[in-house]
């Protein structure tokens, strides 16, 4: 079945997203539906959001991050990338849609029903100030209603969902690296140590670069990595084809893009 988040967007036209969604953090960055939260407390639309927050739901999305997060740990030449991230976001995207039939369940209402309901709010809107309440929901502004539908369909940023797994990626290496810097050492290695310590720097990484068609040695070539662009000289000897190493600082992109991608014309 198509996604209800797809018809849902397909519906209400493309104009509803909003410019920029803020992102408040909150206990768990693998579930986006608290980004519009704060704005419908206490209105009749907190339920359609308050579901994806259930102990359960959030462990589930936690446990498919943690598992895929490897996948992502690969180098992007050019900023492209693999189409296995494609698939993996559409298992992502599953388990909302499938979380969505559980809270309509709950509530007992059709996704017909919300969509339609979710239509007569928007035009209803669309007539009023954006300080006025909007009738029909309990006390939401009118200013706020394309945050909370943003919110609704935000597993369909495709965008955010790659942030999120570099995060779990890059998390996965700290870990390692902390683990790795934590572990005994025998005693002549300690006192050693004691000698040349030098204060612990962050997390690096030794990444594999392959060199495409079209550049070769003394060329700049720009790749991602965990959502970071790097810049790196192509040694000497490598030809497209080849590859080299390059140390970088593991770390996953400060913020994740904000704006939904365009809908389809």
Request: aromatic content about 10%; overall charge negative; charged content about 20%.
């Amino acid at each position: 079945k198509k996604p209800f988040w797809l018809k849902l967007r397909a519906r209400l036209g493309r104009d509803f997203i909003p410019a920029a969604m803020a992102f408040d953090g909150g206990d768990s960055v693998a579930v986006p539906q608290p980004r519009g939260l704060r704005e419908v407390l206490g209105t009749s639309l907190e339920p359609f959001l308050r579901g994806f927050q259930e102990d359960s739901f959030r462990i589930d999305v936690e446990e498919f991050v943690a598992n895929h997060a490897s996948a992502f740990a690969v180098v992007c030449p050019d900023g492209s990338h693999p189409l296995a991230w494609t698939h993996y976001h559409t298992e992502y995207c599953a388990l909302f849609d499938n979380q969505l039939d559980a809270i309509l369940e709950d509530l007992d209402v059709e996704r017909a029903e919300l969509l339609e309901w979710l239509l007569a709010l928007r035009g209803t809107a669309e007539g009023l100030e954006a300080g006025t309440e909007l009738p029909g929901t309990g006390g939401l502004m009118c200013e706020n209603f394309n945050d909370f539908l943003g919110a609704l369909t935000a597993s369909e940023d495709y965008q955010h969902f790659v942030w999120v797994m570099f995060r779990a990626a890059a998390d996965w290496y700290r870990r390692e690296y902390e683990l790795q810097a934590a572990a005994p050492l025998p005693d002549l290695v300690l006192e050693v140590a004691a000698v040349h310590a030098e204060p612990a720097g962050p997390p690096t990484q030794d990444i594999q670069v392959t060199v495409p068609e079209g550049v070769g040695p003394g060329e700049l070539l720009m790749v991602e990595f965990l959502g970071n662009a790097y810049q790196f000289v192509i040694p000497d000897g490598c030809h497209p084809g080849s590859a080299f190493v390059a140390t970088v600082v593991v770390e996953a992109a400060q913020l994740p893009p904000t704006p939904l991608p365009p809908l389809p014309t």
